[in-house]
């Protein structure tokens, strides 16, 4: 599964947009990415993923550079209680694949 | 979306002693289940795969003969942590695939369990 890169930490003014970037430039052409969160001291809250399109839900919006290398997370409002560690996973789809998390990305918002 | 349930979400215990975690899709079935170890401050570590009716897999430097995994229904999956140690105090959380017949690679996860032992 290919690597991911993402910054340590970043902060958001409540109400505002967070953008949260993820490097995936080994990407292979049938691996997705998926986007988790963790909330302190709760189990992992699935987000979003994507191919190559961008794809939005009641969540988030995922949107991935035309070469794949890169995506970025978008939370259009930010609350208080987006607060928490976002993980960027790359690898393809399956049922029985496994999910191996880096060290994602804790987003701080801001009142 | 799919619902896993873990129990207990917090437990101490004493050391030596054996604690087991349950895990359970709540609405879906899960021929297979992961098992995370999640330290504080740190990522979430995937230790096993629970797989129904076989035995379980485990990832390098997890010792299967501690962490005790079966999964004998398509709704539950156990983690027994064998004669447990301060050093085993940890969250840890499964998850299961959520969707069935469609090939996804969404996982869900269960709400964590902490295990503190004295």
């Known amino acids: 599964d290919a690597k991911t890169t993402q910054p340590p930490s970043m902060d958001c003014a409540e109400g505002r947009a967070a953008n949260l970037p993820c490097n995936h430039s080994t990407i292979s052409g049938n691996e997705y990415v998926y986007w988790y969160r963790q909330i302190h001291s709760q189990g992992p809250q699935y987000i979003i993923h994507?191919?190559?399109n961008n794809e939005t839900n009641e969540m988030a919006s995922l949107i991935i550079t035309e070469d794949r290398k890169s995506s970025t997370l978008i939370l259009p409002h930010a609350t208080l209680r987006d607060t928490a560690v976002y993980y960027c996973?790359?690898?393809?789809?399956?049922?029985?694949?496994?999910?191996?998390f880096g060290q994602g990305t804790t987003l701080q918002v801001k009142p | 979306g799919a619902v896993v349930s873990q129990h207990p979400s917090r437990v101490i215990c004493k050391s030596g002693t054996s604690v087991k975690i349950e895990c359970r899709s709540l609405?879906?079935?899960?021929?297979?289940m992961f098992w995370y170890r999640q330290f504080p401050k740190q990522s979430l570590m995937l230790m096993a795969t629970s797989n129904e009716g076989s035995k379980a897999t485990y990832e390098q430097g997890v010792e299967k003969d501690k962490f005790l995994i079966n999964h004998a229904s398509l709704t539950l999956s156990t983690l027994t942590v064998t004669s447990a140690h301060p050093e085993d105090s940890s969250f840890y959380i499964c998850?299961?695939?959520?969707?069935?017949?469609?090939?996804?690679?969404?996982?869900?996860f269960g709400e964590g369990s902490r295990l503190t032992v004295l």
């Open positions: 998850s299961a695939p959520g969707t069935s017949g469609r090939v996804t690679g969404e996982l869900f």
């Open positions: 996973i790359v690898r393809a789809p399956s049922n029985t694949g496994k999910l191996i």
């Open positions: 609405d879906f079935q899960a021929t297979t």
């Open positions: 994507g191919l190559k």
